[in-house]
């Protein structure tokens, strides 16, 4: 029973859904969404607020601008995609607080959230911030 306490624990603790994104988003958490895939993906279509971080191109240099007191959330296509998790891996190498999406900007969509980029969607429940 521990060890499975433990395992469930470890993958809340390494893991996020959208709907978790989309609520720390809204509520101001010191949390940003790192888009792992190529460039030319980012622009097509994003999650809004996202940066883009390809997970080939994050080092020191890449990544000095960033915050280490927000967590990271590292996301890409989706489930037929790995993008995000070797993003998470190269983020966590290099001493951030990181998680990845479950399912990507696909299950992002699937949930009703509003995409941002030249084929985005704002027809979904869109990230606002109140202050």
């Given amino acids: 029973m521990d060890l499975q306490i433990k395992h469930y624990e470890n993958k809340l603790a390494f ?4 709907s978790d994104l989309f609520e ?4 101001g958490e010191k ?3 790192i888009d792992a895939r190529k460039t030319f993906a980012f622009e097509a279509e994003h999650i809004p607020t996202a940066i ?3 997970h080939r191109e994050m080092n020191e240099e ?3 601008h960033l ?5 990271y959330v590292t996301y890409c296509d989706g489930i037929g995609c790995n993008a995000s998790t070797k993003g998470a891996l190269n983020m966590a190498k290099l001493g951030f607080k990181v998680k990845e999406l479950i399912g990507g900007i696909e299950w992002w969509k699937f949930d009703g959230y509003a995409t ?13 911030c109140a202050c």
């Fill in 52 to 54: 883009n971080i390809p």
């Fill in 31 to 33: 949390i940003i969404a």
């Fill in 15 to 18: 893991e996020m859904d959208p």
């Fill in 116 to 128: 941002e980029g030249v084929k985005g969607s704002t027809t979904g429940a869109k990230v606002e």
């Fill in 67 to 71: 915050d280490r007191s927000f967590v």
């Fill in 62 to 64: 890449t990544t000095k």
């Fill in 24 to 27: 720390a988003l809204n509520n």
